[in-house]
């Protein structure tokens, strides 16, 4: 297959997973839009008494997180049902099965892309002063759809093998959100606690946001070459997973 067809093809998976997404939406794909401007307004509601004295612009603070986590956990909650949903065309096709993969991924990107629409706005409510950091959002955007690439491979072989691997994900996702800090600061936890947020790649991804979106402020450069490592180590060791047992996820589906 060249790379021309790879493309097309991976293209057309994606929107057939766009169009299940949304086929029974009342409002469709601008769900996507709405849904994180709803949880902003709630959590403002909710938590502004208690956490805005302490964080400056406090929903886009929490915006940026939000996003961010809302990516990675949907790209890799769906992807670890993407070969078992897709066994029939995985058998009567000689597809590359990672376009299965890859296809819930870019899916989760486009929503989250569609939910920087309404962070737009925030952040011209805020008047957040445009600087060149804006120019390294796009690459800082591409490590974390690498890195979540990685995972979802990983996670999609782990399900063939292990059905339980739902239940099980779907906890550590949950308890995976609290030590993110997407509503809270670290420099309100205890220093054990913060050290294991501040080596959370997810957290990196975060915080590097919020510097050059929010504040407009540049990060030590020992984060950008954290999370630079990270992308590379999770993406080689879920690809490496991946290739070692796709021949035999057929036969285990």
């Known amino acids: 297959m060249s790379i021309r067809q790879y493309w097309f093809v991976l293209w057309e998976l994606t929107k057939r997973e766009l169009k299940r997404k949304y086929a029974r939406s009342f409002l469709g794909i601008l769900w996507s839009c709405v849904y994180p401007l709803m949880r902003m307004a709630l959590v403002v509601v909710l938590f502004s008494t ?19 986590f809302e990516f990675f956990a949907t790209a890799t909650q769906t992807s670890l049902t993407t070969l078992k949903d897709n066994r029939d065309l995985l058998i009567k096709s000689k597809l590359p099965r990672e376009l299965f993969v890859l296809s819930r991924v870019l899916t989760a990107f486009v929503n989250f892309l569609l939910g920087c629409i309404p962070f737009a706005a925030v952040l011209a409510w805020y008047r957040a002063k445009v600087t060149l950091y804006y120019l390294w959002i796009p690459f800082l955007l591409l490590l974390l759809l690498i890195f979540t690439t ?15 691997a739902k239940n099980i994900y779907t906890n550590i996702l949950f308890i995976l959100r609290f030590f993110v800090a997407i509503f809270y600061s670290i420099d309100w936890m205890s220093s054990g606690v913060k050290w294991v947020i501040q080596h959370n790649p997810l957290y990196i991804f975060i915080y590097i946001g919020r510097q050059f979106l929010i504040y407009g402020e540049c990060v030590d450069v020992i984060y950008i070459t954290q999370i630079i490592t990270w992308v590379i180590v999770v993406f080689v060791i879920g690809l490496f997973i991946f290739k070692m047992y796709e021949n035999e996820v057929v036969e285990r589906l």
């Open 50 to 68: 208690i956490f805005n004295k302490g964080i400056d612009k406090y929903p886009a603070y929490y915006f940026v997180g939000f996003l961010m």
């Open 150 to 164: 990685g995972v979802s491979y990983g996670v999609s072989i782990w399900y063939v093998y292990r059905r339980d």
